[in-house]
């Protein structure tokens, strides 16, 4: 296999930067990094100035990206947001989907970004009819990753309710809903098992939310995932409706919900993780359950400020995603959670540059 070598003017290794880096690339894999080369080894391609490496967006919706420009004017809640995100979900086709995130993943790796988590819940034809490839949508996304030139984790999502009714069932999914919702999570198992995982894409599973997925179905998805090592994602307490909610119908908040049915742990990262009791960070940190923030989407949408220092302190390993893509810049993203974390508690500097290169890292 053919080997490409790169010779880096300067480099960050993950603490600081080095100067004079070589990079040795076979086929799509780095296979050696080489400090102290003070000229460009022979037939090397140069890279001047600074390099990073690639970033990972742990959290998109590529649909919601057609919503820029549309919802950023007036006021308004994230339910009401929600009515024109659904409006836009019911115009998409498996062509037109591809042709839109392709342009976002295009977007994506203009800003730095090789890696992306796709929270992907926008199964079925208008009305819930399968396409006659029942994967048809999730199979667009990974072909646009691939043209754009972007690695992809396509989270097939489970979304089988619209909000919570009892421990067993949920509330029917509403007539937008019914394009995101494969009826029960075993349906939603059968379904995604026919994905495969190729070269520039892996497979992986979420629970849209514990409104969506029943507490009775919550471990069929777990177990899914656990089949296959394969990550797991949730939006988790993005919303106090939603706590108020599981409170009502549980006794409990959503974070221990999860636990209760064997969704948290090392594979499992939290989206949002935004109203959050002591308990919940425990329990969070306690399993090794990532935390994913969005803040550019939480602050466009009013959520709220997450516990990012809590759930880092507790054990949570915290990533970042542009979620709704209001702003496709993950050094913002950073920024914000800074910035956030400033206003919230009256001090300054919660992380440095050097920070999410060595956090903890979690088993894949």
């Given at each position: 296999m053919q080997v490409t070598t790169y010779w880096l003017e300067h480099a960050w290794l993950g603490t600081h930067v080095e100067p004079g880096v070589a990079v040795e690339v076979t086929g799509e894999r780095i296979t050696a990094v080489r400090k102290d080369v003070a000229a460009p080894p022979p037939g090397a391609t140069v890279l001047r100035g600074l390099t990073l490496p690639g970033l990972a967006n742990a959290h998109s919706h590529a649909f919601h990206r057609a919503l820029r420009g549309t919802v950023q004017v007036g006021s308004g809640t994230f339910w009401t947001w929600r009515e024109v995100m659904?409006?836009?979900?019911?115009?998409?086709?498996?062509?037109?989907?591809?042709?839109?995130?392709?342009?976002?993943?295009?977007?994506m790796a203009l800003a730095g970004i090789t890696t992306v988590g796709e929270f992907h819940y926008l199964h079925h034809q208008p009305g819930g009819t399968p396409y006659a490839d029942p994967n048809a949508m999730g199979?667009?996304?990974?072909?646009?990753?691939?043209?754009?030139?972007?690695?992809?984790?396509?989270?097939?999502?489970?979304?089988?309710?619209?909000?919570?009714?009892?421990?067993?069932?949920?509330?029917?999914?509403?007539?937008?809903?019914?394009?995101?919702?494969?009826?029960?999570?075993?349906a939603w198992a059968e379904r995604a098992s026919a994905l495969k995982d190729r070269p520039h894409a892996?497979?992986?599973?979420?629970?849209?939310?514990?409104?969506?997925?029943?507490?009775?179905?919550?471990?069929?998805?777990?177990r899914w995932a656990a089949e296959?090592?394969?990550?797991?994602?949730?939006?988790?307490?993005?919303?106090?409706?939603?706590?108020?909610?599981?409170?009502?119908?549980?006794?409990?908040?959503?974070?221990?919900?999860?636990?209760?049915?064997?969704?948290?742990?090392?594979?499992t990262t939290g989206v949002h993780n935004t109203h959050l009791t002591e308990e919940d960070i425990g329990l969070l940190?306690?399993?090794?359950?990532?935390?994913?923030?969005?803040?550019?989407?939480?602050?466009?949408?009013?959520?709220?400020?997450?516990?990012?220092?809590?759930?880092?302190?507790a054990g949570s390993p915290l990533s970042l995603g542009s979620d709704s893509h209001a702003v496709i810049d993950l050094?913002?993203?950073?920024?914000?959670?800074?910035?956030?974390?400033?206003?919230?508690?009256h001090t300054r500097g919660h992380w440095t540059a050097a920070a999410p290169c060595c956090a903890r890292r979690r088993p894949r």
């Open positions: 659904y409006g836009v979900a019911d115009r998409l086709t498996p062509e037109s989907y591809h042709a839109l995130a392709r342009a976002v993943y295009a977007e199979e667009a996304l990974i072909q646009a990753a691939a043209d754009a030139g972007v690695r992809i984790t396509l989270l097939d999502t489970a979304y089988v309710a619209s909000g919570l009714l009892s421990a067993t069932r949920g509330k029917a999914p509403d007539r937008h809903q019914l394009r995101f919702s494969d009826g029960t999570a075993q892996r497979i992986g599973a979420a629970i849209h939310s514990v409104r969506a997925v029943p507490a009775a179905q919550l471990g069929t998805v777990a296959r090592q394969a990550p797991l994602h949730v939006h988790l307490s993005e919303q106090t409706a939603e706590n108020d909610a599981c409170q009502a119908v549980h006794g409990c908040t959503p974070t221990q919900l999860l636990a209760d049915h064997g969704v948290l742990g090392p594979r940190g306690g399993t090794t359950t990532g935390t994913c923030m969005c803040p550019t989407t939480e602050r466009d949408l009013a959520d709220g400020i997450g516990p990012a220092v809590a759930l880092d302190r050094f913002e993203e950073a920024r914000a959670m800074e910035l956030n974390e400033r206003l919230r508690s």
